[in-house]
Every structure is written in C-alpha cells, then in structure tokens.
C-alpha cells in the first residue's frame, strides 16, 4: 500500500510539472515583430549567379600540381554519373531479388 502511495503522489508532482509548461507567459507578453529580409540567402542574388559563371571551374590547376591534376583526372574518368549509379543500385536489387526467388519450392506442382 505504501508503495501505492508513493506512485500517486509521484505521478502527481509530474503532471503538475508538466502542466506547469503550459502554463500561460502572463498578461503583459507581446509577441515581438520579426523583420524578414528581402532576400532569404545573399547567394539568391543574381549578382551571386553572375560571379559564379565567371568563376574557374578547375580551380586544382592553380596548384600546378601533375600529381593532383593526374588524380583529378582520373576520378572524373572512373567517376559514374548519377544515372549510371542509380541503375547501378537497380540491377543489384534485381539479382538480389533473382537468389531469393531461387530459395522457395518451384514448379508446376507448388502452384496455387
């Protein structure tokens, strides 16, 4: 019975806890006004577009680096596109789907 006790009354002191959270700000509490700027991110500005075309695409050049321009080079060659590793995923699901099929009873006698 005590440990009943105990129980209630620790359930009571929690609601009362989290009933206190909801409690109200008080009378005298505005909501402050946001200002919203016109633009969410400097980089939506056209101005931004504009210097990012006329940025250097291969910028690793800059280095002089035949080591890293060799790396480069290759990773843009053995890279697959998205597409490419999408189809990719695809065909490994298929086969996957292919061996696990194989697992059950077959044949003519196993139909429905």
Do not use: H
């Amino acid at each position: 019975m005590e440990n009943f006790r105990f129980r209630i009354g620790l359930w009571l002191i929690f609601t009362v806890w989290l009933l206190n959270g909801c409690a109200a700000l008080g009378s005298d509490f505005k909501q402050p006004e946001s200002q919203l700027p016109a633009q969410r991110s400097p980089f939506d500005s056209e101005e931004f577009a504009d210097q990012l075309k006329e940025e250097n695409t291969e910028w690793w050049t800059q280095f002089k680096d035949p080591v890293l321009n060799n790396f480069i080079e290759t990773a843009y060659a053995q890279n697959f596109t998205l597409k490419t590793a999408g189809l990719r995923i695809l065909e490994a699901r298929a086969r996957l789907g292919l061996v696990e099929g194989n697992m059950y009873p077959q044949g003519p006698e196993y139909e429905w």
